[in-house]
T-cell receptor
């Protein structure tokens, strides 16, 4: 398996622009997580999907952030409009288990976002 | 509220030394504890997972121990190599909760 795939790997955009990050989880995995990592705050869970359904989006910073999972093999995280404070590395991770199954998470390589 | 702490934040040792990384947590009601490795510019890779009922797990030169009652875990790396240089993070799952609670990590540098 190719592992978790994320695109783009790097994104530079100007404040106010829309940014869309993409993730393809490992085939057969039922859970998908979006994280944000910064030096100041470390790893933060943004949203958790199980069987394509958003279970917990309490970590989404504000309404400018939205995430979708239209099918088991694809998810997007969208920021509209983007702001400089959104600059971070965004990771997607997937795991095999069902709801609340505490299993190993497999991480993608991340998208490094810079908002100017 | 569970808090996970990793001290030190950074560690530099000569190649060949054995070393120990520390992880502590405030609430002992964990389901499991995991150690991850993060290389610069890359994602996280799971190294070891210890269930709450276990005391240790081993993989190659890595050995992770868990003492739930004292809220501590250690990651022992034997015969360190420059390729071991990375940031090591520990994270815990609480019972009936899908959210990993993360430490801030220890940045390890192995000097040739």
């Amino acid at each position: 398996d190719a592992g978790v795939i994320q695109s783009p790997r790097h994104e530079v955009t100007e404040m106010g622009q829309e940014v869309t990050l993409r993730c393809k989880p490992i085939s057969g995995h039922n859970s998908l997580f979006w994280y944000r990592q910064t030096m100041m705050r470390g790893l933060e869970l943004l949203i958790y999907f199980n069987n394509n359904v958003p279970i917990d989006d309490s970590g989404m910073p504000e309404d400018r952030f939205s995430a979708k999972m239209p099918n088991a093999s694809f998810s997007t995280l969208k920021i509209q409009p983007s702001e400089p404070r959104d600059s971070a590395v965004y990771f997607c991770a997937s795991s095999l288990g069902g709801l609340a199954a505490q299993e190993t998470q497999y991480f993608g390589p991340g998208t490094r976002l810079l908002v100017l | 509220k569970q808090e996970v702490t990793q001290i030190p934040a950074a560690l530099s040792v000569p190649e060949g030394e054995n070393l120990v990384l520390n992880c502590s947590f405030t609430d002992s009601a964990i389901y499991n504890l995991q150690w991850f490795r993060q290389d610069p510019g890359k994602g996280l890779t799971s190294l070891l997972l210890i269930q709450s009922s276990q005391r240790e797990q081993t993989s190659g030169r890595l050995n992770a121990s868990l003492d739930k009652s004292s809220g501590r875990s250690t990651l022992y790396i034997a015969a360190s190599q420059p390729g071991d240089s990375a940031t090591y993070l520990c994270a815990v799952y609480m019972d009936s909760n899908y959210q990993l609670i993360w430490g801030a990590g220890t940045k390890l540098i192995i000097k040739p």
